[in-house]
């Protein structure tokens, strides 16, 4: 079995390590914090972030990103989305040897627009790992770690690469999919983070089940709009990592992103809730992100628009809802383009 670098010891590292861990693989789990690789060494528990999930023995803890890295015939990272350039920068100048390379963050950044991969792109030399691999889909770190009946799905430009990492971490536990459309599979893992705030402050608004149905189908449909035109598949949006991804979001309470959207919606401060939260919330960075592209690329995304304006012009829950509600008339489904009208699921 190989040897495996799990770069982020936050909980979907630890998840995705007790994963690897019990395919046999020989794990590092690589964290910035001296004092926290040691107690996840002594205890096999990850106190913070995971304290429900007893690692297995395979996987090691180090805070020395040298030692981590040594050898690994994989890294994968799994750090959120704002920490990817620095991680990727220390990566850069320590790794020297060709690896492949997966990461299982989602976001998108803001200002440059770029995806996880084409930030990785940017920051480490080709040559060190050839073409990134994506690992997304419907998974909470928590029902992961219980090893609960799991599906994601990994992408990639070079399908032997996705191969690969479908072949490290598939079990009778975690089932791994491929699918070759890497900017479908990436949108639908950051963008479905907006639309689990929104569903968040629904429920934090008691709103009720309709508008929550309403929020996850008609941001599915934004999603795939922007997506679409960003040169995705619109049928990846079908899938795990689109409409499978915005269910466990928008409707557990397991998500950071639908907990901090239930305090907003109960009227809480962004500041004082993100504090709170303790862990990543990328929905409000790619927020951010997703209303810069809409405007770039000139689509319409409603619901985005009003949580980038909940977010960072502070304007009332109850407002947005109802200039959603009061649109002017539209219809429902859109044509979908002819080259994609006889493709089947
Ligand atoms: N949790 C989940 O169920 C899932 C999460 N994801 C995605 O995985 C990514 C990571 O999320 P998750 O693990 O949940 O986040 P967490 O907030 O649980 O943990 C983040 C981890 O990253 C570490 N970190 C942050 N910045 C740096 C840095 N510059 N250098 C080194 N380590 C750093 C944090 O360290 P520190 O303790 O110092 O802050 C922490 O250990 C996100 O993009 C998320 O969307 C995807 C699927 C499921
Ligand atoms: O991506 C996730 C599940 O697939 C986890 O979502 P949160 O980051 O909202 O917890």
């Given at each position: 079995m190989g040897k495996v670098a799990v770069l982020g010891a936050g909980s979907w590292g630890s998840a995705l390590a007790l994963v690897l861990g019990d395919n046999h693989h020989d794990v590092r789990l690589w964290t910035h914090r001296a004092e926290q690789a040691k107690a996840i060494n002594e205890t096999r528990q990850n106190e913070k972030y995971l304290k429900e999930i007893t690692l297995p023995d395979e996987v090691k803890a180090?805070?020395?990103?040298?030692?981590?890295?040594?050898?690994?015939?994989?890294?994968?990272?799994?750090?959120?989305?704002?920490?990817?350039?620095?991680v990727c920068g220390q990566l850069k100048n320590h790794l020297d040897h060709k690896v492949t390379l997966i990461h299982a963050a989602k976001g998108i950044e803001p200002h440059t627009l770029k995806r996880v991969s084409e930030m990785i792109e940017e920051e480490v030399p080709r040559e060190l790992y050839g073409e990134v691999v994506v690992l997304s889909g419907p998974s909470h770190a928590e029902?992961?770690?219980?090893?609960?009946?799991?599906?994601?799905?990994?992408?990639?430009?070079?399908?032997?690469?996705?191969?690969?990492a479908q072949d490290l971490f598939i079990n009778d536990k975690f089932r791994v999919y491929t699918n070759p459309?890497?900017?479908?599979?990436?949108?639908?893992?950051?963008?479905?983070?907006?639309?689990?705030?929104?569903?968040?402050?629904?429920?934090?608004?008691?709103?009720?089940?309709?508008?929550?149905?309403?929020?996850?189908?008609?941001?599915?449909?934004?999603?795939?709009?922007?997506?679409?035109?960003?040169?995705?598949?619109p049928l990846t949006f079908a899938g795990l990592t689109g409409v499978g991804d915005l269910i466990v979001t928008c409707t557990s309470s397991h998500s950071r992103n639908w907990r901090a959207g239930y305090l907003l919606g109960q009227g809480r401060k962004l500041d004082d809730v993100l504090e709170e939260m303790g862990m990543v919330v990328e929905g409000v960075r790619t927020t951010q992100a997703a209303y810069q592209l809409s405007e770039q690329e000139n689509i319409?995304?409603?619901?985005?628009?009003?949580?980038?304006?909940?977010?960072?012009?502070?304007?009332?829950?109850?407002?947005?809802?109802?200039?959603?509600?009061?649109?002017?008339?539209?219809?429902?489904?859109?044509?979908?383009?002819?080259?994609l009208r006889n493709q089947t699921l």
């Open positions: 180090y805070d020395n990103l040298n030692e981590a890295i040594a050898d690994a015939e994989t890294i994968v990272l799994v750090v959120p989305t704002k920490a990817i350039r620095d029902e992961v770690g219980a090893r609960h009946p799991t599906t994601v799905t990994v992408s990639s430009h070079d399908h032997d690469l996705a191969q690969k459309d890497i900017v479908g599979v990436e949108l639908g893992g950051a963008l479905k983070n907006i639309i689990a705030l929104g569903a968040g402050i629904s429920d934090g608004l008691d709103y009720g089940d309709n508008a929550k149905a309403a929020l996850i189908t008609r941001g599915l449909a934004e999603i795939a709009r922007l997506g679409a035109s960003m040169g995705a598949n319409e995304m409603p619901i985005t628009k009003g949580l980038y304006n909940l977010l960072f012009n502070q304007e009332p829950p109850k407002v947005i809802v109802d200039r959603l509600m009061n649109r002017g008339k539209t219809h429902e489904v859109e044509e979908l383009p002819d080259d």
